[in-house]
Structures are given as C-alpha cells and as structure tokens.
C-alpha cells in the first residue's frame, strides 16, 4: 500500500516516559499503587521533571518551526500520557518550563492511549509500553519502543535521524529469506530482484513526511540529515539503491555494514534517535545513541 500523503505538518505522538525521565514515579507507582503515586505527583507537582531519553529529538523538532512561518508549523507533537490531568499536571509544567511547545495533549488515567494517535493524523508515535507500541503497528502507525532512561547530551543542533532497513522502511520479504534460507539464498535473491523495489515497511509514510520536510530546506544547509544504517553490503546493496529512487526519497547517508556492529557507526553520525527491527542491534546502538525497537517483521514473530 502506497505510503499517506506527506504533506502538512510532521506528527509526532509521545508518551509521557520517553519525553521525561519518570522511573522514580513509576517504580512507586508499581510498588506501592495509584494512590503513593498520585500525592507523590501533587506533593512535587512544582519540580520539573528531567529529560528523558526522546527529550533531544522533541526539542529538535519543534525547533524547525523557528525556520518558518510561525502560523503554520511544520512540525506538531501531541503528548499521550496514561496520566490522570490531576497527576499530569506537573508533565505540563514541566513542558513549560523547557519551553516545549506541546500544545495537545491526551491524558486517559490508565487506559490505552494507542487509540487516539490516529484522530490526531501522527506518523510516528514512540512509547516505552512495548504493548502500546505494538498496537499502533498493528493499526498502521510507525511506532517504536523507547527504554526509559535520562537524555543523552547531544553536541550540534542539527536533527539526525537514522534508520534500519529491512522491517522498518522495508518490508521483511528479503529478511525472512536469510533467517530461513541463510545468507547465500538472501545475496541470490537480492541479485536476482535488484531491479524490483522493495516492498514497504512500517516506517515508509513516516519517512516519506520526514522527506517531505526535508525537502523545505536547502540540502546544502538543512537542519535534518538522515542515514540509512544496514547490515547489507554488495550485492544487495543496489535493490535498496534502486527502491530509494523509485520511491522519490532522499537519505543523506547510507552505511551497508555487512554484519558489523551498528553502535559505533551511529556514534559517528551523531543520531538522535536510531530505529530497527531487531533487538541484538538495539542493545549495541542504544549503548551510543537513542534508539527505538520496532517490533516488527519475522525477528519479532510472537513465539
């Protein structure tokens, strides 16, 4: 199915525990229950909350509305927080005080807040309940899951977005044909398709509108850069070449790894956030950069 129509504002949804660092609250919530939880959250109700680990991103983009017309943003981030408004007080004071322009917001006092990504046109939503994360897969959303943790410093003001290949912008055609079949089946099949685009994953329409945005700006001085970041290499790297191209959409790099380690690479590049489909790759980035698990595709096939 064809990507959604990039054009309008960049949409992204995020959940309360991914934009600031929570842990201490929660951990009292889980042990203690909804009532510890919430005359903790009224007794601290005026001391702002850390970043958290997507804080650098969301920072970054709401910046770019800077660089234009202030009447019409290109980027909006919606807060979904499973927060009652009475607790959730203390996130939008502390919005305010970051100087977050995050202006809606959905507070459901534990229900699931999946449902209302989509009334709100959001092309990505990132979540540390893998649960949630998985529910907007299932429903179309690019989504992925974040493990909480404090917000890494970044140098640069620049955004930079890296993502995983195959199950993330790709389909997991290709992939399911080395888990099963093994690495020589995969290379003869890639050499042999090469000229076939590749199907689209979870991650397409997302990409798209990030192009999209991208493409407002001079490529020589663009707040954005993207990467591609894969464990392909020769000869499949072409067919990922070719889909590039027949799809229209621009990545600033392209690193075909052949297997190694991806952490230190997306060290280098200086991601904000890093997406992919499997977990080995995660525990090796999100030991350098911020990282999303997209659970999705044949590594995440519920056993």
Do not use: C
């Not at 949804?13 to 229950?33: C, M, P, Q, V």
């Not at 502390?94 to 989509?118: D, M, N």
């Amino acid at each position: 199915m064809p990507p959604a129509d990039p054009a309008g504002p960049l949409i992204v949804a995020i959940t309360s525990r991914a934009l600031f660092h929570l842990e201490d609250s929660n951990a009292l919530f889980e042990r203690e229950g909804l009532a510890a939880y919430t005359a903790f959250q009224r007794e601290k109700e005026d001391e702002v909350l850390a970043p958290g680990i997507a804080f650098p991103l969301v920072r970054k983009l709401l910046r770019l509305n800077e660089l234009g017309n202030p009447d019409s943003p290109r980027v909006e981030v919606v807060l979904l927080s499973r927060n009652s408004s009475d607790t959730g007080l203390r996130i939008f004071n502390s919005i305010e005080h970051h100087g977050l322009k995050i202006r809606q917001a959905v507070f459901t006092s534990g229900a699931p807040v999946y449902r209302y990504i989509r009334p709100f046109g959001a092309q990505l939503f990132l979540s540390a309940n893998p649960a949630s994360v998985r529910s907007a897969l299932d429903h179309g959303v690019a989504a992925a899951t974040i493990l909480p943790a404090p917000a890494p410093e970044r140098v640069g003001e620049q955004l930079r977005i890296a993502f995983d290949g195959d199950a993330v912008i790709f389909g997991d055609e290709s992939e399911r044909i080395n888990l099963e079949q093994g690495l020589h089946a995969f290379s003869e099949n890639e050499r042999t398709m090469a000229g076939e685009p590749l199907a689209g994953g979870p991650f397409r329409a997302f990409l798209a509108a990030l192009h999209h945005l991208q493409a407002a700006f001079p490529e020589a001085d663009s707040p954005i850069r993207t990467a591609l970041v894969t464990a392909r290499s020769a000869p499949a790297h072409k067919r990922v070449i070719l889909t590039l191209r027949r799809w229209g959409v621009r990545l600033d790099e392209a690193l075909f790894l052949g297997g190694r380690s991806k952490g230190p690479f997306l060290k280098v590049f200086g991601a904000d956030i890093f997406f992919d489909d499997s977990q080995h790759n995660i525990d090796s980035a999100r030991e350098h950069v911020a990282t999303g698990h997209v659970p999705h595709g044949v590594s995440n096939v519920r056993r």
